[in-house]
């Protein structure tokens, strides 16, 4: 670990250092294993723009219970986890989020953009039980 270390950001800019540093090397990282990658930035923001909106969905479809797109994400279930028991598929990327989660700790400007987001959010709820 360097021997500078790096200062507290404000939450804007921890927000765009967590989204830049780790939130995107994940996500392409995982897209680009499995045969998917950017050809250019445009696509990148597109893929992006696609995973928010499957993650919408599907947390507009736990909430609803049954939906319109419960075989669409069975479907999709299948080609992602291949058949496999999808209890040790998230096993192991838990596994693989608490030592990458490790990795990242170490670094002082993902570090303290965490420390930062979480006095942020603390500071929000704090005045919403104040009001």
Known sequence: MST?????????????NLFNGVHQK?????????????????????????AARLRQADEDEKQ????????????????LFGGTDKSAFYQEEDMAIK?????WAKDPTIYNSVLSLKAYEASVMASQQNQ
Do not use: H
């Open 4 to 16: 500078k270390q790096a200062s507290i950001p404000d939450a804007t800019t921890a927000y765009a």
């Open 26 to 50: 994940v996500f392409f990282g995982r897209c680009s294993s499995s045969g998917y990658s950017p050809m250019n930035e445009k696509e990148a923001s597109d893929m992006l723009l696609l």
């Open 64 to 79: 609803a219970g049954d939906s319109r797109y419960d075989e669409p994400l069975s479907a999709l279930d299948s080609v």
């Open 99 to 103: 030592q990458a989660a490790a990795e």
